[in-house]
């Protein structure tokens, strides 16, 4: 009996999968004998694979994807951001649609690297990144070499500077060493993030192990997200922009100012879409409105910094 219950969740019958696809059973039929979906006949009776049908389905959602998103990108003035969380951007999107009400920007925090890796694929028009190389002393440069077979394909833009550093209530805190010594519980950020490579390269600084800071293993995706987390309690410290800080009213020990860039590909800078964008971030509305945000800095904000001497 148990073996047969297993069997009946690990293939599917014409009429579930039909149910699950939203297509008639003769469809079904005619899909599977084509090829086209992954079945088999078993005593005259057609079964498919849970686990192959799933992994079908979900390349061809990727697939499907994609091709939405270059679909969106030419009928509509569409600009789509991927990549590191800046709690700045959300006050300025309001900005754009007031200045171009023709375009609708879409931005999505994934991390640094996860950002590149959508430009790469070709899901977003623009990366946001903020990686840092500790042996070069450089931000991007040195990932995108790393990440894409053609960088010098590939433009890099400055947004702003930023300051970052330790975000905590009542007593402040300045080093990882304090955070274990005094056992305070600590909330991370994601892998892949830049200020997740910052908070490892600090560790490592310092000399102190990750299993000794309570609450390593707890990622948080945005800025926004560490400070409420401290400000509420349930965490002790975190790492964030002075922005969040100022906001929750959180104590803040900056730590470093980082510079925040923009990559696109060459072959789409001049395109419209892209081109808004960056006229968008050249703006005297768009530097006014950073500059007004505690802890930025726009002495390089639109200035194209790879390739050198564009």
């Known amino acids: 009996m148990k073996n047969n219950q297993s069997n009946q969740r690990d293939f599917l019958t014409v009429k579930e999968v039909a149910a699950l696809l939203s297509l008639n059973e003769k469809k079904i039929y005619a899909l599977a004998l084509q090829g086209r979906l992954p079945g088999t006949k078993i005593t005259g009776k057609w079964l498919f694979p849970r686990r192959e049908l799933e992994g079908l389905l979900r390349r061809k959602a990727r697939s499907a994807m994609g091709e939405l998103f270059q679909e969106l990108a030419l009928d509509k003035k569409i600009v789509l951001v991927a990549g590191s969380d800046d709690p700045a951007l959300p006050v300025v999107h309001g900005l754009f649609h007031r200045m171009y009400p023709d375009y609708a920007l879409f931005s999505s925090s994934v991390g640094s690297e996860e950002g590149l890796l959508f430009l790469k694929r070709g899901f977003c028009h623009v990366a946001l990144s903020h990686l840092y190389d500790e042996k070069t002393g450089d931000y991007t440069f040195p990932f995108i070499r790393e990440v894409f077979d053609a960088p010098g394909e590939l433009v890099l833009v400055n947004l702003f500077h930023r300051s ?132 930025y800095d726009c002495r390089e904000t639109g200035k194209v910094l790879y390739p050198k001497g564009e």
């Open 164 to 295: 970052v550093g330790f975000v905590a209530k009542g007593e402040g805190v300045d080093s990882f060493k304090t955070v274990a010594g005094r056992g305070l519980r600590f909330v991370n950020r994601q892998k892949g993030s830049g200020i997740r490579g910052r908070i490892d390269a600090l560790l490592a600084a310092e000399g102190v192990e990750p299993s000794a800071i309570r609450g390593y293993g707890e990622e948080s995706y945005t800025h926004m997200d560490v400070a409420e987390r401290v400000a509420d309690g349930s965490a002790d410290a975190g790492i964030a922009a002075e922005s969040v800080a100022r906001f929750t009213g959180l104590r803040f020990t900056r730590l470093f100012q980082e510079r925040f860039d923009m990559v696109t590909h060459k072959e789409s800078f001049f395109d419209e879409n892209v081109q808004v964008f960056l006229e968008f971030i050249r703006s005297g509305e768009f530097r006014g409105r950073i500059a007004d945000v505690p802890g």
